[in-house]
């Protein structure tokens, strides 16, 4: 499911940029897509300008069967060309390739990712996610070694990566996903990690959302965090729930009090999945918080009270000590 969103949402995107051509690319009329046209011819108009152009060529190719003849000279034309060409050409024709199901795509991601253009990077990455097999997973290991080595994993910190270690099942680079989370924020290495290993995932998205401190997420804008990325962690949290154990686990209370709405009814309703079974070790925790954090929990349960919240605060006002806050509960009780 998480693969075919993210395959989607790329294909999206190399479309969205591919149809610029027209603009950036050749300003020449794209040729009639006959039958019998050449096939270098094709893909030269193709890569020219793509869209509709594109397409056409992948239709003709798929009619004729020379699958395996446009890929062979798709990927030499990119192997060569590749740093000198406009960001359209090399988006066309990466998207071109991908069509081909060219058994050397592989060789072909290792050679971008080596690359000091940007773009190249980022679409080897695009490739390497679209296209998963052994020989990738091998080359995503290379490149993803000779980055710590170099002591320079910061180059590697693409979404698209995420998404090609997770497509490829590399779960011994779950670490450098991670460390990418931390580092740059974006959904997409949450949704990696996930992937990789549900469990795990959920002990280190506790630590990610414990970056916000509690009077950041009492702001309207957050800078510690990303809120997209915490909606993720908290979608993940309703089907793997974190330990209650977990050190970090009171963050959540803080969650649930943000004044971010989306946010916090999200960590109010992954706090509820732990009730009634553990009202009293939830209801211990929260009154060890200060005197304010306990009745803005409190206020905000009776904007959406149900029966298991109901239960939950009464065995909280047999275990808070603040006057203000039994008052506060009997209060939303009534």
Same mark, same amino acid.
């Given at each position: 499911?998480?693969r075919s969103a993210?395959?989607l949402?790329?294909?999206?995107?190399?479309?969205?940029?591919?149809s610029?051509?027209?603009?950036?690319?050749?300003?020449?009329?794209?040729p #009639?897509?006959?039958?019998d046209?050449?096939l270098?011819?094709?893909?030269?108009?193709a890569?020219?300008?793509?869209?509709?152009?594109?397409?056409?060529?992948v239709r003709l190719?798929g009619?004729?069967k020379?699958?395996p003849?446009?890929?062979?000279w798709?990927?030499e034309?990119?192997?060569?060309?590749?740093s000198d060409?406009?960001?359209v050409r090399?988006i066309? !024709?990466?998207?071109l390739? #991908?069509a081909t199901?060219?058994? #050397?795509? !592989?060789e072909?991601?290792?050679t971008?990712?080596?690359?000091?253009?940007h773009?190249?990077?980022q679409l $080897?990455w695009?490739? *390497?996610?679209?296209r998963?097999?052994?020989s990738?997973?091998?080359?995503?290991e290379?490149?993803l070694?000779y980055?710590?080595?170099r002591?320079a994993l910061?180059?590697?910190?693409?979404?698209?990566m995420a998404? $090609?270690?997770? /497509?490829n099942?590399?779960?011994?680079?779950?670490?450098?996903v991670?460390?990418?989370?931390f580092?740059? /924020?974006h959904?997409r290495?949450a949704?990696?990690? !996930?992937?990789?290993?549900?469990?795990? $995932?959920?002990?280190d998205?506790m630590?990610?959302?414990?970056?916000?401190?509690?009077?950041? @997420?009492r702001q309207?804008?957050?800078?510690?965090?990303?809120?997209?990325t915490c909606?993720?962690?908290?979608?993940?949290f309703m089907k793997?729930p974190p330990s209650?154990?977990h050190?970090?686990?009171?963050?959540?209370?803080?969650?649930?009090?943000?004044?971010n709405?989306?946010l916090?009814?999200m *960590?109010? #309703?992954v706090?509820?999945?732990?009730?009634p079974?553990?009202?009293?070790h939830?209801?211990?925790?929260?009154a =060890?918080?200060?005197?304010?954090?306990?009745? !803005?929990f409190?206020?905000?349960s009776g =904007?959406?009270?149900t029966?298991?919240?109901g @239960?939950?605060?009464?065995?909280?006002?047999?275990t808070?000590?603040?006057?203000?806050?039994?008052?506060?509960?009997?209060?939303v009780?009534?």
């Open positions: 499911m998480i993210i395959i949402l790329s294909t999206i995107w190399l479309s969205a940029c591919a610029l051509s027209h603009q950036n690319g050749s300003e020449e009329e794209p #009639e897509i006959a039958h046209l050449p270098t011819e094709a893909l030269t108009a890569l020219d300008h793509g869209d509709i152009t594109l397409r056409k060529v190719i009619l004729r020379q699958w003849e446009a890929g062979d798709v990927a034309e990119v192997r060569q060309h590749f060409w406009s960001s090399l066309n !024709a990466i998207q390739y #991908e199901d060219h058994p #050397e795509a !592989a072909l991601f290792y971008l990712s080596s690359s000091d253009r773009l190249a990077q $080897a695009h490739l *390497a996610a679209a998963p097999s052994r990738m997973r091998q080359k995503i290379e490149r070694t980055a710590i080595d002591n910061k180059e590697v910190y693409w979404p698209e998404d $090609a270690v997770a /497509n099942h590399l779960t011994s680079s779950y670490t450098v991670r460390q990418a989370l580092e740059n /924020n959904p290495f949704l990696s990690l !996930a992937t990789l290993d549900p469990a795990r $995932a959920s002990g998205f630590d990610y959302l414990a970056l916000a401190s509690l009077e950041e @997420l309207l804008s957050l800078n510690s965090i990303d809120v997209f909606m993720e962690i908290f979608r993940h793997h209650v154990n050190p970090k686990f009171p963050h959540l209370f803080h969650y649930a009090i943000s004044r709405t989306a916090s009814d *960590a109010r #309703e706090l509820s999945g732990f009730l079974d553990q009202n009293g939830l209801a211990q925790m929260l =060890r918080m200060p005197n304010w954090v306990q009745s !803005a409190v206020e905000g =904007r959406k009270m029966p298991v919240l @239960l939950f605060l009464q065995e909280f006002r047999h808070t000590s603040q006057q203000e806050v039994i008052r506060e509960i009997d209060h009780a009534r």
